[in-house]
């Protein structure tokens, strides 16, 4: 499971963001998500840490805390709602199989 990590700074990176949550333990991956088309950060990511224990030590002390100018959002991360496909069946079109008198 992982940590989202909310109102971030335009300003973080990967290394300043992993600092921070290191003081509560092993930080296994660091996540900066960018706008496609702009590529500038979201001002959000997602924090791995090596334990449950850890992830629960860095929320506890860093929701609603102070940094970079902002108060951070910090709580266990929720699984990404799946948002179906852009197509699927749309029965009714295409075909070409009606009959037809062939002489």
């Given at each position: 499971?992982?940590?989202y990590v909310g109102n971030l700074s335009y300003e973080v990176t990967q290394d300043t963001l992993s600092a921070v949550f290191a003081e509560y333990g092993t930080v296994r991956?660091?996540?900066?998500?960018t706008d496609r088309e702009t590529g500038q950060l979201r001002g959000f990511g997602?924090?791995?840490?090596g334990t449950e224990a850890e992830?629960?030590?860095?929320i506890e002390a860093l929701?609603?805390?102070e940094w970079m100018g902002r108060d951070l959002k910090v709580n266990k991360a929720k699984p990404r709602e799946d948002r179906g496909s852009s197509g699927g069946n749309r029965g009714g079109y295409?075909?070409?199989?009606g009959s037809r008198n062939r002489y």
């Open positions: 499971m992982s940590i991956r660091v996540q900066l998500p997602f924090v791995e840490m992830e629960a030590a860095a929701d609603g805390a295409g075909g070409g199989g």
